[in-house]
């Protein structure tokens, strides 16, 4: 039987590596990836993925071909990846609508955001950052792929509990969060995410470590009908399906 040897393709992750520990393959700071076949495509049609929301989950798993954990992959080198398995799938050029004016953005002109790796503590994935206004030092990592699925699950437990829940922000912190004052008592966290943590800090923190953590800028220019204007680059269904409406 004929075996037929896949192309693949060297992705370098934003993070550069610098925060997953030694003994990770992620350390390397770069990902193998093969190009789609008409297996992923029916990853991106498969029904219950799609009801589940982990459609691209279970397509950047099925593309990435170094041995690693994909839930330790940080959210910003997920976006990376993401965005590497739309070219070697589809092409480079992304067609979409944007107030009603169609757009094409070349995907790979979208560069790596420039991060401080000066602040980093080599593979360990943990900042510390004092509350401007409080002045409680909090310490805080980025999240991965797997504490995306925990605050998914959390927050759906909470939407069960009340319809009209609304905790996403406060819920993302408790998994960021991972000491306040030194002290890494899980309860310690999520009681001063519900009872100290003053609204200016949380915003003033969670505007840091947007600064910080490393990702791809998916800042694109697009014409409107009052001239250019920066956006984020809005995921429709052409991302991945094409050939659908958008």
């Known amino acids: 039987m004929s075996e037929f040897k896949f192309p693949t393709e060297e992705i370098d992750l934003p993070s550069k590596g610098l925060l997953y520990p030694k003994d990770s393959p992620l350390a390397s700071g770069k990902v193998e990836m093969k190009y789609m076949t008409a297996k992923e495509e029916d990853i991106l049609t498969n029904p219950n993925y799609l009801a589940k929301g982990i459609v691209v989950d279970k397509l950047l ?3 990435i071909i170094t041995k690693v954990d994909y839930s330790e992959l940080l959210a910003g080198d997920q976006n990376a990846v993401m965005i590497a398995a739309r070219i070697l799938g589809y092409g480079k050029d992304y067609e979409f609508t944007y107030r009603g004016i169609p757009q094409v953005v070349d995907l790979t002109t979208l560069e ?4 401080d790796e000066t602040l980093i503590q080599p593979n360990i994935n943990e900042f510390q950052y004092t509350l401007p206004h409080s002045k ?3 310490t805080f990592k980025v999240l991965t792929v797997g504490d995306a699925s925990k605050i998914k699950r959390e927050l759906d437990g909470l939407k069960k509990i009340n319809k009209d829940s609304s905790s996403e922000m406060s819920t993302r912190l408790k998994h960021t ?8 008592e899980i309860g310690t966290v999520r009681n001063f995410v519900d009872t100290s943590l003053l609204a200016r800090d ?3 923190l969670r505007n840091y470590i947007n600064e910080v953590q490393p990702d791809i800028n998916l800042t694109v220019t697009v014409e409107t009908s009052n001239g250019e204007e920066d956006i984020t680059l809005p995921i429709t269904t052409n991302f991945f399906w094409p050939d659908s409406a958008a």
């Open 177 to 184: 969060i991972v000491a306040v004052n030194g002290d890494r």
């Open 202 to 204: 949380a915003r003033a």
């Open 61 to 63: 798993q099925s593309l």
């Open 112 to 115: 790596d955001k420039a991060f």
């Open 136 to 138: 409680i030092v909090v």
